[in-house]
């Protein structure tokens, strides 16, 4: 029996239980933690356990946005309409293809109850709308855009309704102080006060079975192997797998190369554990792409392929530009700007890098560049004529961005930069959180949410889906496991 196996041990063979419990959640990001609650609350007994030395996981580091909607009470504080259709309708066009429909349907009818009970678990949000393209809204601000519901393209599926949702933090710094700390401090908060009970630096490294069923798992805490008995069920939230390279050389090899967005213990161990006992996955090759320049800046640029060509809208969301640029240009892109631009971006307090190249002259810019003559005076001046006339008729930039650009230009060459990635594929999950198994039936004791399955965002992204179906089917996961 290797630990660094993941082939279930038979429970026959295990001598000794360490602990009991009713419920073992593997995993104290906020999937597992929001299992955690309801799984107590149902009357279960329930142990977490985490690799990592404290509670938190990539939730914690999080920007905190979580995707809700339908009309909820910061929606309307904010004078936000918005209803469970067009919200429907806006997810299943942004998160394919192939979106989990039944869901997508479970989450948009449930958002509502879902926003009320994070502010009963103690979350706080703030009733103030940000309207400005960012990664983040600053502390203050508890609604903003985060999907690109009010782009060209999405907004003719749905009204545009700003639904990502974050919690209060004062004193924001992204990664460190974030609204995903404060939305885990309150869910753990929670947690304990339910009962739950908690054990850090224990790595689960198998799942235990009798007959087809997951009754425990075995775990590893500083470097003692030791079994944990789970009398109803076990729920896998131990995140995705970005830091897992064979893994991604497996599944998503365009992601290679890129930095974690994340923590190391996203290492795909759950997904494997549950692969191990049988459980089908989906969405693999999918994941979440930040594209590395600010959101600010990308919307007054022009966004080029390595031919000098545009290839998207430059005020989409930042996610699905990212996709774009990863998936189908490989990363070679370019961003050209003026210096209204960077002045505009700088004042707003965003960032904009030094650029790779600085002229008045486009010719001599395609010289520097590579690409081919003429070809970069004819994206600038084709640009500039539309929006002169306030228009963008082959990618329908808002014309809140559009404007000629006034030479010098600054380049930006990003071809090879690093982008931000965490995956988004994993264990198939039915919407009530049971891992299913290649026939689509529930391997039985067997849950799990958040990035260890494929949810909300099943390929396409937008910020709050992870938060937001990581709690949501997270509740889902420790209820169906407390039976
Ligand atoms: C900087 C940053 C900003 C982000 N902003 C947003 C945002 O605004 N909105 C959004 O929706 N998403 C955002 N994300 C993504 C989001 O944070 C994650 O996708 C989400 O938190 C995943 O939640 P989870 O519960 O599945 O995993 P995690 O929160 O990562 O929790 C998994 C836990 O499992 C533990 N674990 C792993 N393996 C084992 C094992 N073998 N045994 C025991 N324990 C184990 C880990 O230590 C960890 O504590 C952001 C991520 C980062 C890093």
Known sequence: MSAAGTTPVRASQVRSWAAESDVLVVGNGCAGASASIEAARAGADVLVVDAAGGWGGASAMAGGSLYLGGGTPLQKACGVADSQEAMYAFLKAATGPDPDEAK??????????????LVACGVPFTPRLWNEPSWE?????????????????????????????????????????????????????????????????????????????????????????????????????TGGFAANRAMLAQHAPRVLGNFLIGTDHDDGRGIRMGQAAGAAVRHMEAAQTSFPADPALLCRALLLDAHGRRFITEDAYPGQVGQAALFRQDRQVFLLYDEAAAEEVRHAGGYVAEATWVSDDLAELEEAMGIAPGVLAGTVETYDT??????????????????????????????????????????HTSARGEVLNLEGEPIPGLFAAGRTTSGIPAWGYCSGTSLGDATFFGRRAGRSAAG
Not at 162 to 173: L, Q
Not at 178 to 185: H, P, T, Y
């Open 104 to 117: 997508l349907a479970l989450y948009c009818e449930g958002s509502l109850e879902h926003y009320d009970w």
């Open 137 to 237: 809204a600053p502390s203050g601000y508890g609604l903003m855009y985060t999907g690109g519901e009010n782009t060209h393209f999405f907004a003719g599926i749905a009204p545009p309704a700003p639904r990502g949702h974050i919690p209060h933090m004062e004193g924001k710094r992204p990664g460190e102080r974030s609204a995903g700390w404060m939305l885990m401090k309150h869910l753990v908060a929670t947690a304990e006060r339910a009962g739950v009970r908690t054990r850090y630096d224990t790595r689960t490294a198998r799942l235990v079975v009798d007959d087809g069923r997951v009754v425990g798992a075995e775990v590893v805490s500083f470097g003692e192997r030791s079994f944990l008995r789970a009398r109803q069920g076990v729920v896998l939230a």
């Open 386 to 427: 539309h929006a002169r006339q306030g228009r963008d008729p082959l990618f329908h930039k808002s014309a809140r961005w559009l404007r000629p650009l006034t030479p010098p230009y600054g380049v930006l060459d990003l071809r090879g930069a690093m982008f931000g990635v965490f995956t988004l594929g994993g264990l």
